[in-house]
């Protein structure tokens, strides 16, 4: 006999509204300063108590072996922490382009350590499960901690900060940009000042490698270029993912009617704290 399903749990996506480079380590990593906010716009996962200690993930996603996907990754990770003999299947409804910068991969990964210390009542604090986290990618401790936040180090040190909320229209070119490529490549500017008090001038935020994607991917350039003749606009993270900023919706909503048909394109609104942290925070004050 299983026991049910619980309700979808949430893994928005999240844009960088701004990425300097600082400068480069002599380990290769680089300093940088950005500002992550999430969109409500995301995957779904869905948990069901297995006694057993398996894991199953379905669907399966193209070209990765459930080994190797984040999720379940992720479930071992905190299974192995935690030492709980306890299970889940796990169903994934994925709507996030993969491989564009607004990491639905890491948020996967970060919305199953969440629900899965509530299903399992293993009760890790958040900070444990933002470690555990960051071993399966720099950008899952953001999603875990589910708040708006301004990077620094190596993108490693987080402090949450309030920011607009705005509409955004978001656009996936049909290309995958390596991020290690794009961070490795000797054209990359490196020598971006830092700024104190960053989030607070929205007029100096700029992505330091929009010029670089945008000259190796034509796709990326011509998707931006598009969106720039309705608002301001920037590409997220390494790309390809590009964004256009609109005080309203229907502003938003009318570019995207806009576009050519066949371009991947959200209308989505920005969020300092994730559908991730609402739906956990409610979760946690179900008494059961
Ligand atoms: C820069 C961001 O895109 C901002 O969202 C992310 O932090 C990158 O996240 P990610 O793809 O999960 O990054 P990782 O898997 O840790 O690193 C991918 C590659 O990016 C480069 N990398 C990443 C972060 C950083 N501060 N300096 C780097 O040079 C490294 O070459 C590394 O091999
Ligand atoms: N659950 C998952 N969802 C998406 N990709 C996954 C998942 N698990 C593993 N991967 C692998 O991770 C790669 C990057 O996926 P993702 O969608 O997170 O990229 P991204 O949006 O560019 O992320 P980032 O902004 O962190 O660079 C995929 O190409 C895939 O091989």
């Not at 949430?10 to 380590?25: D, S």
């Not at 309030?162 to 070119?173: F, R």
Request: negative net charge; contains cysteine.
């Amino acid at each position: 006999m299983h026991s049910a399903f619980t309700d979808w749990w949430p893994a928005p996506a999240k844009l960088n509204l701004c990425l300097h480079i600082n400068g480069r380590r002599a380990d290769g990593y680089h300093e940088l300063q950005t500002l992550f906010q999430f969109i409500d716009w995301g995957d779904r996962l869905r948990f069901r108590l297995r006694q057993d200690g398996e894991i199953t993930l379905s669907p399966a996603l193209p070209g990765v072996p459930s080994e190797q996907n984040l999720i379940v990754r992720a479930a071992r990770a905190l299974q192995q922490h935690t030492g709980t003999g306890l299970g889940a299947d796990i169903e994934l409804d994925k709507r996030l382009p993969m491989g564009g910068g607004i990491g639905g991969g890491s948020s996967d990964a970060a919305t199953t350590l969440v629900a899965l210390n509530s299903l399992w009542q293993t009760a890790v604090d958040e900070d444990t499960l933002a470690e555990l986290g960051l071993k399966l990618g720099a950008d899952v401790p953001v999603f875990v901690r589910g708040r708006a936040a301004m990077a620094d180090g190596v993108g490693e040190q987080l402090r949450p900060v309030e920011v607009d909320e705005p509409w955004y229209l978001v656009v996936a070119p049909d290309a995958e940009v390596s991020t290690a490529a794009v961070f490795t490549h000797p054209d990359l500017p490196r020598d971006t000042p830092k700024i104190p008090g960053l989030e607070r001038q929205p007029e100096q935020w700029k992505n330091d490698c929009q010029p670089l994607v945008c000259g190796l991917y034509p796709q990326v350039a011509k998707a931006l270029a598009r969106l720039l003749d309705y608002a301001p606009s920037k590409m997220t993270g390494t790309g390809s993912c590009v964004f256009a900023v609109f005080t309203d919706e229907n502003s938003a909503r009318a570019a995207r009617e806009a576009l050519p048909r066949d371009w991947v394109a959200h209308v989505a609104k920005g969020c300092n704290r994730s559908p991730l942290l609402l739906r956990r925070d409610s979760a946690d004050s179900v008494i059961e």
